[in-house]
């Protein structure tokens, strides 16, 4: 009995001295850690802001996707206004918004977008990157048109142009709307027939007069950028993507889309701009 005593006590103690042992392995600091530190891990990236520019014939809704990737990976996220009246105006526009913010930003332009950010980029020391969508990277003194027509592509926009007057507008200028018929043609060919017919009707029309509008000194000529091609593109031809893509230096990604890839494939698009951002 007294053996049988002594065993069980024995044992009590032994439990105890392993219990012990494993809270102070628990509470022992790793060898790589810090005490006090709050460093963050390796891969943690310090998110700069992002500034999504939308096109001619869209509006900043065509971003909802990609903003909803991006917030949830925790980025600031903005998708900006676009006038889309001038090159010049819309990239002074822009400019002051960027004003506004502080730290560093990746700018994100689409079609038409991408001539804004060439231009309100140029200058600014918290532009970082800079992320062309299925956009135009225009050089100093071209226009729309010119870089439609570079590597040989051909864009049957304006074939299908619905021209209607604006208040203020200069004499011949017009607001131009894609003919709906030819919407889903031109600019969305991977969306659904439903999908295409809803952002046919709230387009957001362009002053005619922007793409004969000469750009300014080009921002990718001082930024790093990043280029989506979109190989299925019957707005912005593929082969002028390509010639824009390669003139900036940009590092690029081809993909089988439309001309609204951040619609149809708003996952390559994040991930493009994480590239941009230093955070992939």
Partial sequence: ?????????????WGLLCALGALLVACTPSP?????????????CDKP????????????SGWAGVIAHLQHEGYTVYAFANPLRSIAGDAEYLRSFLSTLTGPVVLVGHSYGGAVITNAATGNPNVKALVYVAAYALDEGETLLAAN???GGQSELGDHLVLRPFPGAATGDA???IDPAFFRQLFAGDLSEMDAA?????????????FANPSGPPAWKDLPSWYLIASDDHTI???????????AGAQDVEIPSSHVAMISHPDVVTELIGEAAGCR
């Avoid at 802001?49 to 900043?60: E, N």
Wanted: aromatic share 4%; charged share 20%.
């Fill in 1 to 13: 009995m007294d053996a049988q005593r002594f065993t069980q006590r024995n044992l009590r103690r």
């Fill in 32 to 44: 790589n850690a810090v005490a006090g530190s709050d460093e963050q891990p390796a891969d943690a």
């Fill in 49 to 60: 802001t992002v500034v999504l520019v939308h096109g001619a014939f869209a509006d900043a």
């Fill in 149 to 151: 027509a570079l590597g």
């Fill in 175 to 177: 607001d131009g709307y």
């Fill in 198 to 210: 809803v952002l046919a009707a709230s387009q957001r029309p362009a002053a005619a007069a922007i």
């Fill in 237 to 247: 031809p593929p082969e002028a993507q390509r010639v824009m893509a390669k003139r």
